[in-house]
């Protein structure tokens, strides 16, 4: 087959991620395909070199990743990969309104999610205060939000009466809440039991079983990988109780 063929034939069939292996930016990404029931590829590189071939092969648009090739189309801007795989598969709500509310659901998980996502790199003097931070803004500020959105009696998803991405997302985001702080959700007994049953649908259950796509939390390899696959300095400092500085 030629490289042109070849080409044509990856555009049409499974999406292909491209990322390196571990959860970063991506992990939402195959969190959101697989409640999506959709089957996708992974092209993770171990290399600084592979993703620098990937640069240079200009189809990432800010020289970053997480890269999604779907559609056609080289999607980049985790957001926008979101949002895209959302609107395809029916996981955005029914109207522009609760298009908003779930837009601000997972806008505010973001804000805690960068800092999760990031605090594996702190420096390990800061690694208590990371965790204490990530524990107070979950409990006091996000955590009660989701909590309030599910106390309705027969309210099962945060946003109408139909799965969205926000509880897809919230679920993810419970469990990476739970590993900073083991038994966070015990003030949350809405957030308890919308754990347990989003966690029965098929084909999150599937996901969530040891073999699938999902990756496990950064250990001191993977950070080690990710460090050189990114010529990352290790450094990073968590201010003002929750503000990230990257100091690469
Ligand atoms: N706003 C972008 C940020 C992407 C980003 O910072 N990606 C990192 C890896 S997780 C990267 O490629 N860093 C290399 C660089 O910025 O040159 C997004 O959400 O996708």
Redesign the pocket.
Known sequence: MSGKNQELKIMSGKPILH?FNGR??MESVRWLLAAAGVEFEERNFETAEQRENLIKSGKLM?????MVEIDGMYL????AILRYIASKYNLYGKDLKEQALIDMYVEGMRDLYDIIMLQPLCLPQDRKETLRVIAERANQRFLPVYEKALKDPGKNYLVGNQLSWADILLLEFILMVEECKPGILSAFPKLQEFKARISKLPRIQKFLQPGSQRKPPMDDQAVEEATKI?NLEKGLYVKHKGVILADF
Do not use: A, E, L
């Not at 800010?62 to 997480?66: A, F």
């Not at 980049?76 to 957001?79: D, E, F, K, N």
């Open positions: 990322y970063g930016r800010y020289q970053q990743v997480p980049v801007q985790t957001r990114f």
